[in-house]
């Protein structure tokens, strides 16, 4: 208000009556009413009046609109200390030998804040409710532990070996449903990644109810947030779509403690008063919970609006600085910068001044915020609670910039939050940090029980299977085993669009699939699918879409079937990892088939990719227009050489590069089979390209080899006098080496096996499972890798080429026991024709022939100088640069 200086006190008064006068009479909608009437007036009348999206430093709901906490706050605050100091003890113990790490001040900060969701709100799944979906602050994975260590649902033991997992009875150090994958549902630990997927969490769930697949409506998702953590542009990138979504099934708790790892968060400013801001301008409902209940009396008091002020004017950093002092310093520091609030307090002792709380810490407040928050209808809620960093832990920690990090307490500390706490036990077991439990049949453990029965059961919990789906065979996809024709040209896009096509008509598996693009769909001639599944729309389509004559319009639909994510690659992949753990969340697979860009696939959000490894994902990514020399024309930034190799880093993503129709549809029967029907904890990663060509039929017998990554394309005709080369080739890139085994055998009388290598991923991790047995059973008869099972019996040296860098074919090396020569795409992409760009890349059908009889003089097998020839023959300057290098 200080920016409007006031030049009629009296007539602001009088403005100032009447406006309360309205409050008590009819109540505060009308009053919001009437002053909006106002503000628009002015407006038009060519008033210009900026916007402030903020309101008072001040709790949004009044203390006479709260409503009442049912529970026993006797009973919860004494589960909540004991929470509290098994969460310490957990970290201390963990650290006395082993130094493994841990938090004790994030989880001490945002206990009460969790305890009332445990108690009054999270429901488990049951028959009567699908479950709320919780996403935890990873940091805080001890305090959700120790109530579960209360609860029995982990033992002594399990809480010793926090952080030591190795030896199987240990807890992660963070939630990891790879690692917990009965408990932990949400990795949330890389920061921001929690804050996306929970938005996209939770407008798939009304994708779902749209759809008829499940019924999601009562349902909430809420996602606990540091201060610190929404400096990530992921945590804020996507608010604005929760709010066009109308998402009032997901519920934001931030808990502003105002410290991150360092230091303050905005210590020269207020997060909560930027939150605010942010998302209501975004559209959200926004509830400050900033003050406890023993502030109401003095804000009551405070009629003149001199607290509020203060309030306003005072800085984080300052918030911070007095929760680690004490009530004297309060006392003189922040009532005392105005002489009549020193007087306010005045007949208040500092232990009543310390005692003023935050509202993250006032469970009352915290229930009311709740409940304000689930019966909010048409927009998401962000609920902006203030908090202590360490509360409790005193000396040791409490509002310290030192805190997050805190893992050691002293005697004196330990005993002064025991005291605090009030918690039975003695001075000479202080040191020891035992672990308390209620005992059977005490009130607060059937307290807590009953609380949970209540609300479904325990959480956090996590469904590991849903019922299987009945996948198609692969007779279901006969069309695709067979030759393409003669002038049928086409690319592996096409035929994946085909293939999906015809998954979606599956009589079984037709309603599960959720095609998902990210602006792309012409890109990848998916378009036709718009008007056939349609678009989905939470309100249908409101336009007539300016296609609406032509057979392929733009269709959107409550009922659509694709999810169109605009140009937001991290927000297609967050949808994709709702869907691809619906089995999971919501007892039903969905089989997502995420295709993008490759180039903005693993590279744009490969923090997702691992996050969905983590989820134990399942579904399909597919990286369209890949391969540094197929996407011709759209250069540096576009043409990928490299997803796989990143695809190669998650353990449990299955990657493929396959050339030709027959493979996609194995891999893509097979993809199904094993995650819908056998419910393996896998994701693909499929690349597709854009270039057209005929499509053989399917050799006899190949889909083994299909599968495991490799398998014998063709195999060269050769007497005894004629030299063999053993060619590989993956994606386009096979067809260069199948006309390259032609110049072979034309210009130099060479035969050659040729092999379709549809992983070289797949390959190397089959031959690393292989050589660690051999490693550990060094006197059993050897096993073989698949690669050395297939070249055991054939004569010659390898050469390969792939449209990736050299490392991917490369990957294979250890487990060829010939001479190996590799081709590959390393440099960046540029823009041309793919014959120039195969070229300059050197991985055309010329330098692959060049590099089978460089394999070939290398063994001795041809002289050296038929390699020159070779070189001059195809017109390639041995001089020229590196591709890499230019
Ligand atoms: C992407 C990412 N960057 C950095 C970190 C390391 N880190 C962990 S916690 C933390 C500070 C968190 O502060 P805040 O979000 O305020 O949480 P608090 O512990 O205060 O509740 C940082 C930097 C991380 N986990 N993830
Ligand atoms: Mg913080």
């Known amino acids: 208000m200080d920016r409007?200086?006031?030049?009629?006190?009296?007539?602001?008064?009088?403005?100032?009556?009447?406006?309360?006068?309205?409050?008590?009479?009819?109540?505060?909608?009308?009053?919001?009413?009437?002053?909006?009437?106002?503000?628009?007036?002015?407006?038009?009348?060519?008033?210009?009046?900026?916007f402030s999206a903020n309101t008072a430093y001040v709790n949004t709901i009044p203390p006479a609109k709260e409503e009442h906490s049912p529970g026993d706050h006797a009973i919860e605050h004494r589960i909540r200390s004991y929470a509290r100091w098994n969460a310490l003890a957990m970290v201390l113990r963990a650290n006395k030998n082993t130094n493994v790490g841990g938090h004790i001040a994030s989880f001490a900060s945002a206990a009460t804040l969790y305890?009332?969701?445990?108690?009054?709100?999270?429901?488990?799944?049951?028959?009567?409710?699908g479950g709320d979906l919780v996403y935890i602050q990873g940091h805080s994975a001890p305090g959700i532990y120790s109530r579960a260590f209360m609860l029995g649902r982990l033992t002594e033991e399990q809480l010793d070996h926090f952080?030591?997992?190795?030896?199987?009875?240990?807890?992660?150090?963070?939630?990891?449903?790879?690692?917990?994958?009965?408990?932990?549902?949400?990795?949330?630990?890389?920061m921001g990644l929690g804050p996306l997927m929970a938005i996209y969490q939770a407008r798939f769930m009304k994708y779902l109810h749209d759809r008829g697949v499940a019924n999601t409506e009562e349902r909430k998702v809420w996602c606990f947030v540091g201060d610190g953590e929404v400096d990530e542009p992921e945590s804020m990138g996507a608010i604005g779509i929760a709010a066009r979504e109308k998402l009032d099934n997901l519920i934001f708790v931030v808990n502003c403690n105002l410290q991150r790892l360092d230091g303050p968060v905005r210590g020269n400013g207020k997060i909560i008063q930027e939150l605010e801001a942010?998302?209501?301008?975004?559209?959200?409902?926004?509830i400050k919970l900033i003050w406890g209940s023993y502030w109401d009396p003095l804000l009551a008091r405070d009629t003149k609006g001199l607290l509020q002020k203060l309030m306003d004017e005072c800085v984080d950093g300052e918030y911070q600085t007095f929760k680690s002092k004490d009530g004297a310093y309060v006392r003189k520091y922040f009532f005392g910068k105005y002489p009549e609030l020193l007087e306010m307090v005045a007949n208040m002792t500092d232990d009543d001044i310390w005692r003023l709380n935050r509202g993250g810490h006032d469970p009352h407040?915290?229930?009311?915020?709740?409940?304000?928050?689930?019966?909010?209808?048409?927009?998401?809620?962000?609920?902006?609670?203030?908090?202590?960093?360490?509360?409790?832990?005193?000396?040791?920690?409490?509002?310290?910039?030192?805190?997050?990090?805190?893992?050691?307490?002293?005697?004196?500390?330990?005993?002064?939050?025991?005291?605090?706490?009030?918690?039975p036990i003695p001075d000479d077991k202080i040191e020891e940090v035992p672990y308390l439990e209620f005992a059977e049949g005490s009130p607060e453990l059937n307290y807590m029980r009953e609380h949970r029965m209540a609300l479904g059961g325990y959480l956090p919990a996590r469904r590991r299977k849903a019922e299987p789906l009945v996948v198609p065979p692969l007779s279901a996809f006969d069309a695709f085993l067979k030759a393409s024709g003669e002038g049928r040209e086409v690319s592996t896009t096409m035929v994946f669009v085909r293939l999906l096509n015809v998954l979606v008509k599956d009589k079984n598996i037709g309603k599960h699939i959720v095609p998902i693009v990210p602006d792309e769909s012409r890109t990848f001639g998916m378009e036709g699918m718009f008007r056939q599944l349609g678009i989905w729309s939470s309100v249908g389509q409101l336009y007539t879409p300016q296609d609406a004559d032509q057979l392929m319009f733009y269709k959107e639909d409550r009922n659509g079937q694709i999810l169109q994510e605009g140009i937001c690659?991290?927000?297609?992949?967050?949808?994709?990892?709702?869907?691809?753990?619906?089995?999971?969340?919501?007892?039903?697979?969905?089989?997502?088939?995420?295709?993008?860009?490759?180039?903005?696939?693993?590279?744009?959000?490969?923090?997702?990719?691992?996050?969905?490894?983590?989820?134990?994902?399942?579904?399909?990514?597919?990286?369209?227009t890949s391969g540094r020399t197929t996407l011709n024309g759209e250069g540096l930034q576009h043409e990928d050489g490299h997803s796989h190799l990143i695809a190669s880093t998650i353990p449990n993503c299955v990657s493929y590069d396959p050339a030709f129709a027959y493979e996609l549809a194995v891999i893509m029967q097979d993809g199904l089979r094993r995650m819908?029907?056998?419910?393996?904890?896998?994701?693909?990663?499929?690349?597709?390209?854009?270039?057209?060509?005929?499509?053989?039929?399917?050799?006899?017998?190949?889909?083994?080899?299909?599968?495991?990554?490799?398998?014998?394309?063709?195999e060269g005709q050769s007497d005894k006098e004629t030299p063999k080369v053993q060619l590989l080739g993956s994606g386009t890139i096979l067809r260069e080496v199948i006309a390259a085994a032609e110049l072979l055998k034309q210009d130099f009388g060479v035969a050659s096996d040729i092999w379709s290598i549809t992983s070289f991923?797949?390959?190397?991790?089959?031959?690393?499972?292989?050589?660690?047995?051999?490693?550990?059973?060094?006197?059993?008869?050897?096993?073989?890798?698949?690669?050395?099972?297939?070249?055991?019996?054939?004569?010659?040296?390898?050469?390969?080429?792939?449209?990736?860098?050299?490392?991917?074919?490369?990957?294979?090396?250890?487990?060829?026991?010939?001479?190996?020569?590799?081709?590959?795409?390393?440099?960046?992409?540029?823009?041309d024709t793919r014959e120039a760009l195969r070229r300059f890349f050197e991985v055309d059908r010329h330098y692959v022939a060049v590099a089978a009889l460089k394999a070939l003089a290398d063994e001795e097998m041809l002289p050296k100088a038929k390699v020159t020839e070779a070189l001059k023959k195809y017109g390639i300057n041995p001089d020229k640069p590196n591709p890499v290098t230019v």
């Open 676 to 714: 819908y029907k056998e419910q393996e904890d896998i994701f693909y990663y499929i690349t597709l390209m854009n270039e057209n060509y005929a499509h053989p039929a399917m050799p006899n017998g190949a889909e083994e080899g299909i599968l495991k990554g490799m398998y014998l394309f063709r």
């Open 569 to 624: 690659e991290p927000g297609a992949m967050s949808s994709w990892i709702a869907a691809a753990t619906s089995y999971s969340m919501h007892g039903v697979s969905m089989i997502p088939f995420y295709i993008f860009y490759s180039m903005f696939g693993f590279q744009r959000v490969g923090d997702l990719a691992w996050a969905a490894g983590d989820s134990r994902a399942r579904g399909f990514l597919l990286g369209g």
């Open 278 to 286: 942010d998302f209501r301008g975004a559209g959200w409902n926004v």
């Open 115 to 129: 305890d009332v969701g445990f108690n009054h709100f999270w429901h488990a799944p049951s028959e009567k409710h």
């Open 4 to 50: 409007f200086p006031d030049h009629d006190p009296q007539e602001t008064q009088e403005w100032l009556d009447a406006l309360e006068a309205v409050l008590e009479q009819e109540g505060p909608e009308r009053a919001h009413y009437l002053l909006e009437r106002l503000i628009d007036k002015a407006r038009r009348s060519g008033a210009y009046l900026p």
């Open 761 to 831: 991923n797949q390959l190397r991790r089959d031959g690393i499972e292989a050589n660690r047995w051999n490693l550990l059973h060094p006197e059993a008869k050897p096993r073989l890798s698949y690669v050395e099972s297939c070249f055991r019996e054939r004569s010659g040296p390898v050469a390969a080429a792939t449209d990736y860098m050299k490392v991917y074919a490369d990957q294979i090396r250890a487990f060829l026991p010939k001479s190996y020569l590799v081709l590959g795409t390393d440099g960046f992409g540029r823009s």
């Open 163 to 190: 952080r030591q997992e190795v030896g199987g009875k240990g807890l992660s150090s963070y939630p990891h449903p790879w690692l917990m994958p009965d408990f932990w549902q949400f990795p949330t630990v890389s």
């Open 365 to 423: 407040k915290i229930y009311a915020a709740y409940s304000a928050a689930v019966k909010h209808k048409g927009q998401p809620t962000v609920i902006l609670a203030k908090t202590v960093k360490g509360y409790g832990m005193g000396e040791a920690g409490e509002s310290q910039n030192i805190t997050h990090q805190q893992k050691k307490m002293g005697t004196i500390s330990l005993k002064s939050f025991r005291d605090r706490f009030n918690l």
